[in-house]
């Protein structure tokens, strides 16, 4: 993460000159990756995850995502520790 937000990552991924699916990606498919990387920050912040940034790492992710899945990440990541 390296002190990217949520928002600041997904942006730099879309402006990337080479595209991942070789054409530009359908709108469902950057929200999945959205979602995706919002996992990732969720996962981050549950285990701890010290950050370059002057927030959590998982305050940056979206308030409707962070809702939908955060009792999940929660789930997985104290089953992971045992």
Same mark, same amino acid.
Do not use: K
């Given at each position: 993460?390296?002190? !990217?937000?949520? +928002?600041?990552? =997904?942006?730099?991924?879309?402006?990337?000159?080479?595209?991942?699916?070789?054409?530009?990606?359908?709108?469902? *498919?950057? *929200?999945?990756? =959205?979602?995706?990387?919002?996992?990732?920050?969720?996962?981050?912040? +549950?285990?701890?995850? *010290?950050?370059?940034?002057?927030?959590?790492?998982?305050? =940056?992710?979206?308030? *409707?995502?962070?809702?939908? !899945?955060?009792?999940?990440?929660?789930?997985?990541? +104290?089953?992971?520790?045992?």
């Amino acid at each position: 993460e390296r002190g !990217f937000t949520v +928002n600041a990552l =997904s942006l730099e991924l879309a402006q990337c000159p080479q595209q991942t699916a070789g054409r530009p990606l359908m709108q469902e *498919e950057v *929200e999945l990756r =959205s979602v995706w990387l919002s996992l990732v920050y969720l996962t981050l912040a +549950n285990v701890r995850h *010290e950050s370059e940034a002057s927030e959590s790492v998982g305050a =940056s992710v979206p308030a *409707e995502i962070r809702s939908q !899945f955060q009792t999940f990440v929660y789930d997985v990541v +104290n089953a992971a520790q045992g």
